[in-house]
């Protein structure tokens, strides 16, 4: 339910990003021609059966796989431990490089995949474990088995990790106001209208697209904060991948907070969201 929300909080499509969108789209016959350009961003989810060359694209004439059809948007994968291992697999380049090369006998293709890939999960098989509510009725082999199902290298990859407990009845019944999705809009295209001014002239649109070198520019620290960063490594063995991921966080929630630097508050916010490496990192 939060995952089919996420669109509708995304920035608005740039139409650099809106053409793109079409494009794919048409190639893979899916636009209607009365609506022309697309101007909402995807948002794809695959059923968890889907094989590797329909989640990254091929086909005698290559076409747009999943991955393809979701960029500038929103990849689902829902209950990520059912899909099979081999085609999550297939996503650990493109969530690095952005694109996908479909090669074929007489042809090369590349497709653009920027896109936001969302999953969601059990802790276990019964879904009970670490609940203050029900007792786990899984073995410790159950759950091992069934977490390596991820391998440790594409939860790496996974900026954000969030546990979400279960909600209460009265909670849900309470009547209490809550942000709607176009005041949280708001924020969010006020954070990519900075981060568009920031990098302007490197034609890319966010902190998700920043390289190594530019982090170093763009995401520095204080002393404080690295000395928070540098003791949340050597107390969560984080890997490098996640030391780049981390601060292009940080920064991100420095321009939702109108921040021009990246503060201890910033930094701490970022580290709270790898909680799969604090509680089942020796799992993975």
């Not at 994968?77 to 007489?106: A, Q, W």
């Not at 999705?181 to 954070?191: D, P």
């Not at 204080?222 to 780049?244: P, T, V």
Request: hydrophobic share 35%; net charge positive.
């Amino acid at each position: 339910m939060l995952a089919k929300r996420i669109t509708t909080i995304l920035p608005d499509l740039t139409f650099e990003e809106a053409l793109e969108v079409t494009k794919i789209h048409s190639i893979s016959g899916m636009t209607d021609n009365d609506i022309g350009i697309i101007t909402k961003r995807p948002f794809r989810s695959p059923h968890h059966t889907i094989s590797p060359t329909s989640m990254i694209g091929g086909g005698v004439i290559p076409k747009p796989g999943e991955i393809s059809l979701a960029h500038n948007g929103v990849l689902f994968l829902d209950e990520l431990p059912e899909f099979n291992r081999n085609t999550l697999e297939v996503l650990r380049g493109p969530l690095e490089d952005r694109n996908v090369t479909i090669s074929r006998l007489y042809s090369k293709v590349v497709y653009p995949a920027n896109f936001m890939l969302v999953t969601s999960m059990n802790p276990c098989p019964c879904g009970y474990y670490g609940s203050i509510e029900k007792e786990c009725k899984c073995s410790k082999l159950a759950i091992e088995k069934y977490l390596n199902r991820i391998s440790g290298p594409l939860l790496d990859r996974i900026d954000l990790h969030v546990e979400v407990k279960p909600v209460k009845y009265q909670k849900l019944n309470s009547g209490n106001k809550v942000e709607s999705s176009k005041q949280i809009k708001e924020r969010v295209n006020n954070a990519r209208r900075i981060q568009y001014l920031r990098y302007k002239d490197l034609n890319i649109f966010s902190n998700a697209e920043l390289t190594p070198k530019m982090i170093e520019k763009y995401c520095v620290l204080n002393e404080e904060c690295k000395k928070i960063l540098e003791l949340a490594f050597n107390k969560l063995g984080l890997s490098a991948r996640a030391y780049g991921r981390i601060l292009k966080v940080a920064r991100t929630i420095a321009d939702l907070d109108g921040s021009n630097n990246i503060q201890k508050q910033h930094l701490a916010e970022a580290i709270q969201y790898r909680s799969l490496d604090r509680k089942y990192g020796d799992k993975f």
